[in-house]
């Protein structure tokens, strides 16, 4: 009879961890929206400085803005959030048009904004961004 509780509570136990480790996939999902500001892009209009700063076909981040900016095509501006998509943290560098997560590896294309090395699946939101007064401002009005 001793035999039989000591096996229901083995059971139990694998089951009870079992469940846990199945909360644990789930935080860590590439899907995973755990970790994320709730706004993860500049919830007022931020300046980011003179245009030319950004060469025709290069992209640039501005991390203290968590913002990156990429210049197609002269005059023309794209804006993506700088927070990785997969934990939240904020990318570390861009070279090449491809932005960098410190934290576990992503890449970005900054002309897109989308994944293209994991984790991270979901791409960069994207930012409203104008030239205004011979300056960048990236974010929205309201």
Not at 23 to 29: D, M, P, Q, T, Y
Request: charged share 20%.
């Amino acid at each position: 009879m001793s035999g039989q509780p000591a096996a229901r509570r083995t059971v139990l136990k694998g089951a009870a961890l079992a469940g846990a480790a199945g909360l644990g996939v789930a935080a860590c999902s590439t899907d995973s929206k755990l970790g994320h500001a709730e706004t993860p892009t500049p919830t007022a209009p931020v300046e980011l400085g003179a245009p030319d700063e950004i060469p025709v076909g290069g992209s640039k981040l501005y991390r203290n803005e968590r913002v990156i900016v990429n210049c197609p095509g002269k005059g023309e501006y794209k804006a993506f959030s700088a927070q990785c998509t997969h934990g939240g943290c904020l990318l570390d560098k861009v070279e090449d048009n491809v932005g960098t997560c410190p934290c576990h590896g992503s890449h970005f294309d900054t002309t897109t904004g989308k994944a293209t090395r994991g984790p991270a699946t979901a791409p960069l939101p994207s930012v409203p961004v104008r030239v205004e007064g011979g300056k960048l401002i990236a974010g929205s009005d309201a």
